[in-house]
């Protein structure tokens, strides 16, 4: 949690969010099959698709699905299967696409995240609300969308108010284990727990659902101005990474 560039542009990456036409998105949400009321606000209708993805199956961080795609997770999900955060991520973000609400996996770092032997990343969402024409960010295996004077804010701002020990809440999504959740049981120690994965935060370039190994995606990382770049993660691969310390960088505005 340290200070960025938040003035200017330093690499003005491409992202690309072709994903929107990948044909897979039509059976993701035929499988799935929410039902959603078309009257709700595009925010309601983001919390209602995230809520269906945290419910469907209980966190196990040692177990992955067959493939990494939307579908197969969810098809492994109704089949019984547990996963991680990443599966959270990535089915929720397939899930807001197919509805046709932008999102894409945020992944959170620690500080030691080349050298920690265990546990040194955390996956969530953002996801591009027009009701408030911003990034949000739901952390979709908590069930939480974290929130600042009732606006509810992206991971940067969760970092930045969390820095100046601003009031956060989290509002449960629908379906939301939150309070339930041993290791998430109160806002005190979510926050605790969070603020060791919010030293560098990173993305896909461009999303998709065909990649074989995401450990060789190429990703924008967002990287405080006191830090190194990390080149590794966990001393277990190298990341494919552009490396900025620009907020503007990070956060595009989309027009949609």
Known sequence: MGAYNTETYEISPHFKYSIADNPSLDSLK??????????ASE???A???IGYAHQL?????????SAADPLTILREAKEGQSFRC?????????????????????????CDVEIRKYGAGHVVIEFWCKDYNKWVMCDVQAGIIPKHRE???SVFELSNYLKFHETITFASI???????????????????W????????DTPLGLTFDIKDRRKQQIVMLVPLDKKYPKSFQGLFDMNALYTHSVKDFYPELHV
């Open 57 to 65: 199956f209980t966190h196990n961080g040692d177990n992955e699905p």
């Open 43 to 45: 925010f309601s209708k």
């Open 174 to 192: 629908e379906h939301s284990r939150f309070k339930q959740n041993s290791r998430y049981g109160d806002k005190k120690s979510y926050e605790e």
């Open 47 to 49: 919390e209602y698709i």
């Open 194 to 201: 969070i603020k060791d994965y919010l030293c560098f935060i």
């Open 151 to 153: 606006i509810p804010i």
């Open 30 to 39: 035929q499988l799935a099959n929410i039902d959603i009321k078309s009257e």
């Open 86 to 110: 990443v599966e959270y991520s990535t089915l929720a973000m397939g899930l807001l696409w197919a509805h046709k609400i932008p999102a894409r996996t945020i992944g959170l770092k620690t």
